[in-house]
């Protein structure tokens, strides 16, 4: 408990005892540390990880049982003699429940799937096979192509795909010679680089829903990612126009950060979500899971939401540097929050199930 005291992020001690000390951070978090002797640990792990209305739902269960549950351990209601639960998966167990993993501890159906062994197998970071959206110095980026085909291949990726902007988002200055030259600069990549590169590029939906390229040239990239960057006050029906307009194209693979939600600076879209939802499912069109930190876009609720009408997903980093790669864990919490398993994001796929779903077919034709 001293040692935290003394931490160089601390400014402020805000208490310190022998089983408590709080602290403010530098930045402005508080910070509580506990520290409970090893019969107590699976108890207070739980009682300090999820929603409160998760403890107070497993707490019920133990009142029923004939027990009593607090961060100092399970109890027998009748006698306070304690019953032996080391860690979490014991102390789930003695309620008769599966372990459940904390992004889902909500009180939001996970406790009956515990109960009924059927709660879902989650994204894990090592399922992810590769990135779909990346970003070089070409537009917005600030590491070269070379940089971030070497970043993607030392994180192990099997596949990676550079998704620069486009040109109707003009400060990028992106234009049709720039793509084809990137294009056969990433070709001769390929060759060499150990990694299997795809040529993509962020499109920008426009107002009325159009994007930045014909489909000529569109049908040139080997994936095409469309977002939302401007005009973000129109009404919910324009909004879900314009959004469903995009997830329809036949030759768009992914809609990018769909609710353009900046966390703390800008709002969600206002949309008809269940709508857009169902027209990705009908038209394949995979929904991002943006990594961003500012971002974290679809969020858990939402990804949640989605499942429900078989919408496949993209846990993508949006890297804009090649230290941003690692931005996916977070990417990989959230899909988690959203009962997400590796069935249903696509970038899990091996390489050539990815092309397959990635190239036109009939049912996506113009």
Known sequence: MRAVTTLPAVDRVLGSGGTKTSVRTRDGVQIDVRAVPPRAWGAALLYFTGSQAHNIRIREIAVHAGLTLSEYGLL???????????????????????????????????????QRHQLPRLLRRRDLRGDLHTHTDLTDGVASLEEMVRAARAAGHEYCAITDHAPLLRMQRMTTEKALEQRRRIRRLDRDAGIHLLHGTELNIQPDGGLDWDDDILRGFDIRVASVHSHFRQSRHDTTARLLAAVRHPLVNV???????????????????????????????????????????LDGDLARRARDFGVRFSVASDAHAATHLDQVRLGVGTAQRGWVGPDEVINTYPWQRLRQFLTPHPRRAP
């Open 76 to 114: 027998r209601a009748r006698t306070r003699r304690p019953v032996r639960a080391d860690s979490e998966e014991e102390l789930y167990a003695r309620l008769g429940l599966d372990w459940i993993p904390p992004p889902l501890r909500e009180d939001t159906g996970e406790i009956q799937a515990a």
């Open 255 to 297: 809609l990018g950060h769909p609710t353009t939600r900046l966390i703390g600076h800008r709002p969600a879209l206002d949309a008809d979500w269940d709508a857009v939802f169902a027209e990705a499912a009908r038209h394949d069109t995979a929904l991002e899971i943006n990594s961003f930190p500012d971002r974290m876009d």
